[in-house]
Every structure is written in structure tokens, then in C-alpha cells.
């Protein structure tokens, strides 16, 4: 059957690719985006499988009407893809408190207002996919990113905790987690970077290097991305988490690793804080 989408962020980037995939795939769609002169291209190629919407993620009442309009469009709504987003690459003493809420705003509000909308529908109809598009930043942090870290880290957390009460009236949820992609999103991160101050050179300074000489050369290609988001919506069975790409598997394997190993350095003091004589087996619920 075919399936109804709303996918935010579509203008361009992995949410372009994603909404050229749906469509490919003969599934009808809300393509959103804060402006859609980019989109109707996708309009004179699809025709009425495609709907365009111009949207504030930020914006919860503008997120409920971006699902009822896909309700009322095509009759129900089966896949939400929450893809919008942007990263600022700066030390964080250098962001701006209005810059840091924007980034938050959009990585991580944006997430839960478009989730919030949606839920209602798909309770009802006892099925429905959410796939939110986060980061191997989900995962690991950088320096330079930090808001861009906190919202990452935040969505991914949102996702399991509420894939666990949704499931048992078949609603799926998952954080699919991307490395580097060739797509305008480096490029713009680093757009808007300060003049940094020199303290902040061998940490933010050696970042930006990285990225300006990876930036072009990423190894993840948003076709191929976006078409493990199409059949992650035919799947009944998802984990909570998806890493992409080659590079992000790596970095979360290295990151797993040093977490491990600074585990087992502060054992002992993490342990000794318990209460004399505690005995975890009898903690209501846990597995050992």
C-alpha cells in the first residue's frame, strides 16, 4: 500500500533527497519547508501526489496544521520525517544566546512539535512510523557544536524514551543518526564562524580545519540515505537508533570505547556512593 508522508526540511539537502525518494517510490507527500520556491519542481514532476507547505518547525500551531492538512489532503498521514535543521560551528563563549535557542529550537522543538502533532492521528489509526533524522552528533560531541550537540543529544533521547509508549498501539519510532553527508550542511555550518579568540584555536580552530578539508569529500551520499528512510517505513521491526555511513560508525565505535574505558578507571568511585549493604537484585524491575 501506498504510504502518506510529511517530511520537514525538504527544500534541500537529505530532506530534498528524501522527499525525491518518497515520490520516486510512488507514496504521496507534504513537503515542507520554511520557503517552497525550491520545492515546485517537485509539484510539475509528481502533480497532486505532492503537497507543498511553507513551515516554522518552531511553531507548534503551524506543526498541527501541517498534519491535518496532510489528514486532509490524502486522508491520513503514515511516515513523519522530521529532518529540519542547522548546525553553527563557534566556541561556545562566542554564540549568542539568540543563535544557541535557534539551533535548540529547531533541532530539538522542532522535533517534538511536529511529534506532538502527529501523535493524536496515528494513535487513532493504531499505526504510523516517525523517523527523526538526528546525527552521529546524537552520539558524540565535538568542539564548536555545542548547541548543535545539545539538540542532537536531545532528540535522540526523546525518541527512545517515547518509542517506548507508542509502541504497544503499533506506532514506530527511531533515531536515524547520519555521518558526514554531501549536502550544503557543513558549508553553511561554518558560514557564519567568528573571528575566534585565540584560546579557542587548538580546540574550535582544529574543528573547522577538519571540516573545511572534509567538506566536499564526505563519504555519505543523501540518495542512497535517503532510500534506507523508504524502507525503514515498510519495516514493523526498527531500533531505537540507526547509525549512517562508515565514518559515523567509527566515531560512535571510538566514542563507545572511551566511555568504556573511562567506566572502568572510576569504578571504584562511582561505586561508592551506595548505601552500606545495598544489594541491586532487589531493585523492582531490574534485569541482572
Not at 493524536?120 to 558524540?140: D, E, F, K, L
Not at 550537540?149 to 518509542?163: D, I, L, Q, W
Not at 563519504?219 to 547509525?243: F, M, N, T, Y
Not at 566511555?259 to 544489594?279: I, L, M, N, P, Y
Amino acid at each position: 500500500m501506498n504510504k502518506v508522508w510529511l517530511v520537514t526540511g525538504s527544500g534541500r539537502g537529505l530532506g530534498r533527497s528524501i522527499a525525491e525518494a518518497i515520490l520516486d517510490h510512488g507514496d504521496r507527500l507534504v513537503a515542507t519547508a520554511r520557503n517552497t520556491a525550491s520545492l515546485t519542481t517537485l509539484q510539475e514532476k509528481y502533480g497532486d501526489r505532492v503537497k507543498l507547505l511553507e513551515l516554522d518547525v518552531t511553531d507548534q500551531t503551524a506543526a498541527d496544521a501541517s498534519v491535518q492538512l496532510a489528514v486532509e489532503t490524502f486522508g491520513r498521514l503514515d511516515v513523519l520525517v522530521n529532518n529540519a535543521g542547522f548546525s553553527h560551528v563557534a566556541p561556545f563563549e562566542q554564540v549568542t544566546q539568540e543563535r544557541f535557542k535557534s539551533i535548540v529550537d529547531t533541532n530539538f522543538y522542532g522535533v517534538v512539535n511536529l511529534t506532538r502533532a502527529a501523535l493524536p492521528v496515528m494513535r487513532q489509526q493504531r499505526s504510523g512510523h516517525i523517523i527523526n533524522i538526528t546525527s552521529i552528533a546524537a552520539r558524540t560531541a565535538s568542539p564548536g557544536q555545542a548547541a548543535y550537540n545539545a539538540a542532537k543529544f536531545a532528540a535522540s533521547g526523546f525518541t527512545e524514551s517515547v518509542a517506548g509508549e507508542v509502541a504497544p498501539f503499533g506506532v514506530k519510532m527511531i533515531s536515524v543518526e547520519p555521518g558526514g553527508m554531501r549536502t550544503e550542511c557543513s558549508e553553511l555550518a561554518m558560514s557564519q564562524t567568528p573571528d575566534l579568540i585565540a584560546d579557542y584555536e587548538p580546540s574550535v580552530g582544529f574543528m573547522l580545519k577538519m571540516l573545511e578539508s572534509y567538506n566536499g569529500h564526505e563519504i555519505g551520499d543523501p540518495a542512497k540515505i535517503a532510500k534506507v528512510i523508504v524502507d525503514l517505513s515498510r519495516r514493523e521491526e526498527l531500533p531505537a537508533h540507526l547509525v549512517i555511513g562508515s565514518d559515523a560508525l567509527y566515531g560512535l565505535e571510538m566514542g563507545l570505547k572511551s566511555q568504556a574505558e573511562a567506566t572502568a578507571e572510576w569504578e571504584a568511585v562511582s561505586r561508592s556512593t551506595d548505601f552500606e549493604g545495598s544489594d541491586l537484585s532487589k531493585l523492582a524491575g531490574l534485569q541482572l
